[in-house]
């Protein structure tokens, strides 16, 4: 009797072990189907597919050839800097995919495990021009030209100054107050400039701390550098700045007269007149028409890069007329694609310009023939940077006006 209770136990046991396992089995079955129905896949995985690793062999060990049906991780493309050639602004990751299931280029995706979250989209996704390298190449052609110090370059190992660490001591004590204004008069013009320059390059300012900095003048040293989006150049400082500068040379006499005579009675006030405003420097910051019309014809350098909008380029030689360096890089509308006034890259009086000297054309799709009609009938030749053969109108229209 015993025995035969043992074995009908033992039958029962491998029984219910039988029904838990293909209830398992079940189970199983339907989870995988229904994690098919989602991925809207058609194709069944194999078993074959089911059996290898998670990782490719080479990433487990570390040595060793993956196999032949491993999806090899998408490599990053190498780091070009921006002007060179293969150098490309849209880093959006391309979608591909594998086995039914999005799979994403690096660096947020052929890798193990899920997507990245969301917060870390904007470290992958960055525009290259909101970083420091960017700023300063765009700002090349300009600086190089001005002579500016080494410590202003992004990277340089130079050390900067102590006058400069004090006036950027300064500048963050009293950057977010109303006392700003009142403490910049005692900065001496050419601090206010290196320390323009440094944070044009490395941390823009704000329309708000940057007019502050350059006080009732408008300008520091006679250059004014502003950074967009956000940032513009402001024509009412431009407009009011040259019209106290005419009227107080060259208004009434006798207002003249008793202005001059209350500075001499007035033995404390500052006897240097401030510079005229030479040097204008935007990067993606906008230039309405009426601010173009508004520019001082004093301006020997000036630097137009990344406009957000086109502008009528062939109104500078009548505004600007003592131009020796003009940078008008990375706009595409250059090529008379986008651009609103067609032609009017063509119609610009080059010959005008008697002072011009550098001429930037880098990333504007601007065809190199363009040299022969900006150098002709001069004596001395403009250096042109940037032109190339990409261009086919431009390329045309400047061969046939060449006389």
Known sequence: MASKR???????????????????????GEQFRHQQNLLRSKLHATSSLQSKPTLPLDQIFGTGSPASGDV??????????????????????????????????????????????????????????????????????????LGAEAWLRDGSHAVMPLAMLCAQTILKTYGESEALVDVVQYIPPHLKRDLIR?????????????????????????????????????????????????????????????????????????????????????LESPLPSSVIFSLPPTLTHLALLALPHPIPVHRLP???????????????WLSGHDDPYPGTFNAVDWKRWGYLRILGLRECGVSKYIVHKVNANRWTDVEVIGADDSSRDVHTIARSNVP
């Open 318 to 332: 009548r505004q600007c007329p003592l131009l020796e360096v003009l940078d008008i890089s990375f706009n595409g």
């Open 198 to 282: 440094w944070h044009t390059v490395h941390r823009p300012l704000s329309n708000s701390k940057l007019y502050a900095l350059c006080g009732e003048e408008g300008h520091a040293d006679g250059e004014l550098l502003v950074v967009g989006p956000h940032n513009n150049l402001r024509g009412d400082v431009i407009k009011g700045r040259e019209r106290t500068r005419a009227f107080s040379q060259g208004g009434d006499d006798g207002e003249q007269t008793a202005t001059s005579s209350s500075r001499a009675d007035d033995w404390d006030a500052p006897t240097d007149t401030p510079a005229s405003l030479t040097v204008i420097g935007l």
């Open 6 to 28: 043992g074995g009908h136990s033992r039958e029962s046991h491998s029984d219910s072990g039988r029904q838990v396992n293909n209830l398992l089995g079940a189970l199983r």
């Open 72 to 145: 090899e991780p998408v490599q990053p493309a190498p780091f070009r800097e921006p002007g060179q050639p293969g150098h490309r602004r849209d880093r959006r990751p391309p979608v591909t995919l594998i086995e039914g299931v999005p799979t994403y280029a690096y660096p947020n995706g052929a890798v193990p495990g899920p997507k990245p979250p969301k917060s870390w989209i904007p470290l992958f996704d960055g525009d290259e021009r909101d970083e420091p390298a960017w700023r300063a190449n765009a700002f090349k052609v300009l600086l190089d030209d």
